[in-house]
């Protein structure tokens, strides 16, 4: 799971990356069954063909090997230009740098201790930020509909973006490993669950919760 996650934030470079193992695999193949060649020749005859390097052929090529390794060939320059127009825009567009970043900031969440963390990020979890901020404690933001805030007068070092009453997610926030959470989301009843779901996960955090209904109050005392 930890590994999966951790290529997900590069799964823009899985289809080119996918393409030139799918050309690989197709040209040793191809050689295999129209030449007659072992494994490793075919391999070997495929990566000088995609490489372009000039080498001979493992063995004289038959009319059909030849046609296949024009087909190769031209595959191959379609391919090639393909990704390395791919792989320039990714890297132009700082998408590698943006995902390197997200990755590194959640190996510090894992490291967190004693931290707080916010639910939702609207005015009530800014203002509870901006506390957390002036007073050096470390804190980690849950934002399910907005992005990374932008133009606040403090920093925000951690900030998730996912729903505050899955366990997972305040798994990855650190909840088994923090001292208080504040549940400032719009809707009662996900205050409530992300209550219920925080106080199961860590029995022992302090949890802070808005309530929009007087109703709300003694639910959200019940659920922890």
């Not at 075919?42 to 001979?56: N, P, Q, R, S």
């Not at 804190?139 to 998730?160: D, H, M, R, S, T």
């Not at 302090?206 to 005392?221: E, F, M, N």
Request: hydrophobic share 45%.
């Amino acid at each position: 799971m930890y590994l999966l996650k951790r290529l997900g934030y590069f799964k823009a470079l899985l289809f080119p990356i996918s393409l030139f193992f799918a050309l690989l695999f197709l040209g040793t193949i191809g050689y295999m069954i129209l030449e007659r060649y072992s494994f490793m020749e075919a391999f070997y005859m495929t990566v000088i063909t995609v490489g372009t390097v000039g080498y001979l052929e493992v063995h004289p090529l038959s009319e059909p090997g030849r046609i296949f390794t024009i087909f190769i060939i031209l595959i191959n320059i379609v391919a090639f230009t393909f990704f390395v127009t791919y792989i320039s825009r990714y890297l132009l567009d700082g998408e590698l740098i943006r995902q390197y970043k997200k990755m590194k900031m959640e190996n510090e969440i894992q490291q967190l201790r004693d931290h707080v963390i916010v639910c939702g990020f609207g005015r009530n979890g800014t203002e509870c930020g901006q506390v957390l901020h002036e007073n050096n404690i470390p804190f980690v933001v849950l934002e399910e509909k907005n992005e990374w805030p932008q133009g606040l007068p403090f920093a925000v070092k951690y900030f998730i973006k996912g729903d505050a009453t899955k366990d997972e997610v305040l798994l990855e926030a650190g909840i088994e490993r923090a001292r208080a959470i504040i549940c400032t989301m719009p809707v009662d009843a996900d205050n409530l669950f992300a209550v219920i779901t925080a106080r199961q996960l860590n029995p022992e955090i302090t949890i802070i919760s808005r309530a929009s209904q007087d109703s709300s109050v003694s639910k959200l005392k019940v659920g922890g």
